[in-house]
């Protein structure tokens, strides 16, 4: 069984930093998943943050976090991370990861994702 936990979420204030962390199991890692964050804030619809491919370690992220969140992985432990900093008070939402287990090249498209974690609460305070 898939299991992916999220974990490193908080309360910051504006201009902290944060690194999330999503420990995946029960997965034969091969050259071809993609890994995503995801978030949804209240009232508002789920929104692809960041993914990473596999096969080339290729990073993708959505324009409102570029230049101040890095995705990476660790092969290794198996987890992949989600750096953020500069964080502002609209990064506030439940952060989610996701497995594409056969990556489909639509890095932020959520409905490529097949398996999902219980996501981990962000709180950025002004």
């Known amino acids: 069984e898939v299991q992916l936990v999220e974990s490193g979420g908080g309360s910051v204030q504006a201009g902290g930093s944060l690194r999330l962390s999503c420990a995946a199991s029960?997965?034969?890692?091969?050259?071809?998943?993609?890994i995503g964050w995801f978030r949804q804030a209240p009232g508002k619809e789920r929104e692809g943050v960041s993914c990473i491919s596999s096969s080339d370690g290729m990073t993708y992220y959505a324009d409102s976090v570029k230049g101040r969140f890095t995705i990476s992985n660790d092969n290794a432990k198996k987890t992949v991370y989600l750096q953020m900093n500069s964080l502002k008070p609209e990064d506030t939402a439940v952060y989610y990861c996701?497995?594409?287990?056969?990556?489909?090249?639509?890095?932020?498209?959520?409905?490529?994702?097949?398996?999902w974690g219980q996501g981990t609460q962000v709180t950025v305070s002004s």
């Open positions: 996701a497995l594409d287990e056969y990556y489909s090249g639509l890095p932020l498209s959520q409905n490529e994702y097949d398996y």
């Open positions: 029960g997965f034969t890692f091969n050259n071809y998943y993609a």
